[in-house]
Nanobody, 117 residues
Framework: EVQLVESGGGLVHSGGSLRLSCAASGFPFSALAMSWVRQAPGKGLEWVSTITSGATGTTYIDSVKGRFTVSRDDAKNTLYLQMNRLKPEDTAVYYC??????????GGQGTQVTVSS
């Protein structure tokens, strides 16, 4: 059974930082590109970032470039998202997903990130 369990969200002030984690199981994690996507209140899913298998490359939506860093630990089957200089517009439920910006499957219940101004 494929499982993706996100954690690390919370309430922070604008300019603060959070580190999200996603524990994966039930599939060959190290062989797949992995992504973070988010859903802000009243809006649809938005792709945020992708890291390739083997961590050979990363991509980001323009609005988070220079502030967010995606990484992975294949030994622990875990995906991370370090979020710095958070802004109120980053407020959303964050999900990890199998795949890339060209096609992904999200799983889990997500983790809520709330940034106060």
């Amino acid at each position: 059974e494929v499982q993706l369990v996100e954690s690390g969200g919370g309430l922070v002030h604008s300019g603060g930082s959070l580190r999200l984690s996603c524990a994966a199981s039930g599939f060959p994690f190290s062989a797949l590109a992995m992504s973070w996507v988010r859903q802000a209140p009243g809006k649809g899913l938005e792709w945020v970032s992708t890291i390739t298998s083997g961590a050979t490359g990363t991509t980001y939506i323009d609005s988070v470039k220079g502030r967010f860093t995606v990484s992975r630990d294949d030994a622990k089957n875990t995906l991370y998202l370090q979020m710095n200089r958070l802004k109120p517009e980053d407020t959303a439920v964050y999900y990890c997903a199998k795949g890339s910006m060209y096609g992904y499957t999200r799983g889990g219940q997500g983790t809520q990130v709330t940034v106060s101004s």
